[in-house]
């Protein structure tokens, strides 16, 4: 009896040497995927004479919060004027993936806005254009978008997203703004 209490003890702490051992080389495997910090750029903003650099800080594998900015670099890259100076966005994006903050996402975007003033005002049958000063305004929308993530870090992303301007639609011709993007970056 004493012999198979001996052997017993034996087996109980040779299990928990091993499963402590598993426990240790499970928490030094690192997810590749796994990293918080992304750094983008939304490559078809050049096309229009702008520019866009987006941060997005993951949370956890299923949510992020970021921010972007634009400003065009020229403002008459075609025959239509760019009308937004500049803007500053924010957001909150919820993923549907299977991999860390990657696959099919949702999210609610804020944006501050600068946009030119000018209006096509008809009085009595005529068109006349309006130039005003710019207006500052808030706005608030809804996008969605699909972003995919490689383990070495790259990350590629599309988006669309819409919002309604809230405080000063009346002083231009916008009530709307949009979000859209294909956008290039790095996972760190």
Known sequence: MLKMKKYG???????NFFLMQSQTKGDLIVDPYRKPNEIKLNVTRPISGAFELIYERNINKKSS???SIFAPFNQKKSKNDID???FITTYYRRYFGKKYASGFFL????MLTSIDGKQLIDSNG????????????VAAGVGL???WATKSGFVFEGNIGLGK???NAK???HDSVYRLGLSVGYRF
């Open 65 to 67: 919060f970021g921010g």
């Open 107 to 110: 999210e609610g975007f804020g």
């Open 9 to 15: 003890l034996t087996a109980i702490v040779l299990i």
């Open 145 to 147: 978008g699909y972003k």
């Open 84 to 86: 937004v100076n500049y």
């Open 171 to 173: 002083d231009t011709d």
């Open 126 to 137: 005529n068109l006349t254009n309006m130039e005003g000063s710019d207006v500052l305004d």
């Open 165 to 167: 301007l809230l405080f």
